[in-house]
């Protein structure tokens, strides 16, 4: 059973990552991105981050190096499980308000873009960077809300 669930995690994460990929090809904004796979990593490194998750992790990094990037193989998995590992342990350490978390996840966009903004380094890439932070923090809160409402424990 552990297995099949271990399985289904590297189904739901390669999904979300070929989205992700979809949704920036098709997107009208080239620099502005919406990064669900981002979201999922970030929503997985505060409220779940477990050892079951690590696969998944590394399996969607393989299947990106393998047919994305020209990266060496494996790169993108360590950079999915820092990302993981170092949020997880930010945010174990901060307090849990609003302002924090924000800043928590503008540094995991900052890993998660590294290549983005080392590259082309200026200030306009580092507004690029803010304002996709602030637009996928934006989306992680709406979903971090619906999967926190417990309906049944509302009146009507």
Do not use: C, H, W
């Amino acid at each position: 059973m552990k297995i099949l669930r271990n399985i289904s995690y590297i189904f739901l994460f390669v999904a979300l990552l070929v989205l992700e990929l979809l949704l920036g090809i098709f997107s009208e904004f080239s620099d502005l991105e919406i990064l669900p796979f981002l979201i999922l990593l970030f929503y997985i490194s505060i409220n779940k981050f477990s050892n079951d998750y690590i696969p998944a992790f590394f399996f969607s990094g393989i299947y990106y190096d393998l047919f994305y990037t020209s990266n060496y193989f494996g790169s993108t998995s360590a950079k999915f499980l820092s990302i993981g590992i170092v949020i997880n342990f930010i945010n174990k350490k901060l307090d849990d308000n609003l302002f924090s978390e924000f800043l928590v996840f503008l540094l995991s966009v900052s890993i998660y873009k590294f290549e983005f903004i080392i590259f082309s380094f200026s200030f306009i890439q580092l507004t690029i960077v803010f304002l996709i932070s602030v637009i996928n923090y934006f989306l992680f809160k709406l979903i971090n809300i619906t999967l926190k409402r417990d309906v049944f424990k509302k009146s009507i």
